[in-house]
């Protein structure tokens, strides 16, 4: 027997809007219309404190599972506006989805009920009717907030790091003596021309506690959403300076409209300055007008120049072998004895990197020379391209047997990664949608929400972008015989090149697996890379032994004992300078 879903909403803005019909009295007015019309086999779905704008809310969503599962044949709602107050969506669930579905759908104070037809002809009427109160609802809120923040009153329901309330006055920001102390040391740091990683560096050795700490601790705890205890007390991270320095806040004013909405149903944007209302010697400033410009100075120098030959367009298929990450791609410039500047240009694992501000570094740095990938490349390219050219019956029937055997699991794998992916980002819509109630009601402040918001979008961004790579790999797999010819075509439309530009690579290369540095017997260091070419993957050309004559092997000989030789004098300098800098160090 199916089961009647009895639906429950109500909102902070209901709350405020004096409605009467709590979660609790919904619930009781249900189980009497359902008790006194036969509805038997029961079941609550409610959201508690969730608007009615959009259909991101559990009770809905469990409530949506269960009918798609042949759970429900009837859904019970109090009125119309308990369903949602978006006309579109809410005709689309009420005329189009429930009768789909074969579920029967009663509005009861609406009089609504799918199962007879006349009932319908007003339902549009009051969706629209609903959609009016929620854009009027929108537009006060915003009337308000605007008188507030023309007034010069400060639009963040929680003081910035550095300040707390005036116990006399809640519209007024006092100092903070604990915390102001902490932003005069990044602007006192800056100043010096310390760049912001090392002052978070700085920070966590002097043990300085971060906002998050210092608001989880006070009382706005939990209304701060404040991070998580992962990562520390005073793990400083690089962000968290750059968004205290660009706070003028620290100058004694006060700045509204730092963000703005264009409508009701669009998300937050951020606000030209142009636009942005400045109120000046609001509270006491907690550093003086010559040491923000002194900090800002040094903070805001040109950057180091890269280098001109810097191989970046590689760093979007350069993957670390021992976690997976991609590999961050830096630049290094140096200046010789000489005058001029060396140039650098390698590739390190953007975990490690990441993991630079905690106390115990993730992963390794595994560091690999950029200026050795384009050579690679161009000779893997070229040797699995002479042997498809040159073996093809061989070249293709391999080809084949492998991709039969690997087909079965990479598509089970894409697929459970794209799910999990998929998952995520409507996990971040709702979080979002969320967040701006949240912030709306003024239960986060300001800039809790740009950083929040700004966070989740660009973790939405890239998570669309992975699905839709892998989707097209999905795609390639489940068609093994086209990806050949595609391969085939491609060897053939380069047979007789020479010169391999970045164009030309990108349309051979997959990715690169870079491995860490091993040492053999001898102290030889090698590494292993794997390069995956674009159709067929990882593909080992056949090696055939070659014989090496006495004078090559004498000459091979030669160079490892030269190698040797270098690296024991190298070791044996390196040595020397640090016995000299301990003879320095030791007291006279």
């Not at 036969?38 to 259909?55: P, Q, V």
């Not at 998050?212 to 690089?238: I, K, L, P, V």
């Not at 949608?433 to 800039?447: D, F, G, S």
Request: proline share 3%.
């Amino acid at each position: 027997m199916k089961m009647t879903a009895l639906y429950e909403r109500i909102s902070r803005e209901d709350r405020n809007e004096g409605e009467s019909f709590s979660i609790l009295r919904q619930k009781e007015y249900l189980e009497a219309y359902a008790a006194a019309n036969g509805f038997e086999n029961c079941r609550h779905y409610t959201d508690d404190g969730f608007s009615g704008r959009n259909f991101e809310r559990p009770g809905w969503q469990q409530m949506m599972t269960d009918i798609d599962g042949g759970k429900i044949g009837t859904v019970l709602v109090k009125d119309m506006s308990r369903v949602g107050r978006d006309y579109l969506q809410t005709g689309f669930y009420t005329e189009i989805y429930f009768k789909e579905k074969d579920v029967r759908f009663i509005a009861i104070d609406s009089h609504v009920d799918n199962s007879c037809s006349d009932s319908l002809e007003f339902a549009p009427m009051l969706n629209v009717l609903n959609e009016m109160y929620l854009h009027d609802l929108s537009k006060k809120v915003n009337i308000g907030f605007r008188a507030k923040g023309m007034s010069g009153q400060s639009l963040t329901s929680t003081p910035l790091f550095g300040y707390k309330r005036d116990p006399e006055d809640k519209n007024h920001w006092v100092i903070e003596p604990e915390t102001a102390e902490i932003v005069r040391r990044i602007f006192e740091l800056a100043a010096t021309g310390m760049n912001p990683h090392r002052i978070a560096k700085t920070l966590q050795t002097e043990r300085r506690i971060t906002p998050s700490t210092y608001f989880r601790r006070s009382d706005m705890g939990n209304r701060y959403h404040a991070r998580r205890q992962e990562t520390g007390d005073y793990d400083w991270h690089r962000g968290t300076v750059i968004g205290i320095l660009n706070k003028r806040e620290y100058l004694g004013m006060t700045v509204n409209f730092k963000t703005c909405t264009p409508s009701y149903k669009a998300k937050q944007i951020q606000n030209p300055i142009e636009k942005q209302v400045v109120f000046e010697n609001t509270h006491e400033a907690i550093v003086d007008r010559q040491a923000w410009e002194k900090a800002h100075e040094a903070f805001e120098k040109p950057k180091r120049a890269k280098a001109e030959n810097a191989d970046s367009n590689f760093k979007d298929f350069v993957f670390c072998a021992r976690c997976g990450a991609p590999m961050s791609n830096l630049h290094h410039a140096q200046r010789l004895k000489t005058g001029t500047i060396c140039y650098y240009d390698f590739f390190i694992c953007s975990t490690y990197r990441k993991s630079e501000h905690l106390e115990e570094r993730q992963c390794v740095q595994n560091a690999f020379s950029a200026k050795a990938l384009r050579p690679l490349l161009k000779e893997t390219i070229q040797t699995v391209s002479r042997y498809a050219l040159t073996n093809q019956e061989e070249f293709l029937a391999r080809l084949q047997r492998e991709m039969l055997a690997e087909q079965p699991e990479q598509t089970k794998q894409l697929k459970k990664r794209i799910a999990a992916k998929n998952k995520r980002v409507a996990e971040l819509d709702r979080f979002l949608k969320k967040l701006y109630e949240n912030y709306a009601l003024e239960k986060i402040p300001e800039e809790r929400f740009d950083a929040l918001s700004a966070e989740y979008e660009s973790e939405q961004t890239q998570l669309e972008k992975a699905v839709l790579d892998e989707q097209r790999q999905l795609d390639e797999i489940q068609s093994g015989e086209d990806k050949i010819e595609r391969f085939m075509a491609l060897v053939e439309r380069y047979r007789d090149c020479t010169e391999y530009s970045d164009e030309v690579l990108r349309q051979f290369v997959e990715k690169v697996i870079v491995h860490e540095t091993v040492k053999d017997e001898d102290g030889e260091r090698s590494r292993e890379i794997e390069v995956y070419l674009n159709f067929i993957g990882k593909f080992d050309v056949p090696v055939q032994s070659v014989e090496l004559s006495p004078k090559e092997q004498k000459r091979q000989e030669a160079l490892k004992k030269r190698r040797i030789h270098e690296r024991n004098k190298r070791t044996q300098k390196r040595q020397e300078r640090m016995n000299a800098q301990l003879k320095n160090e030791s007291p006279i």
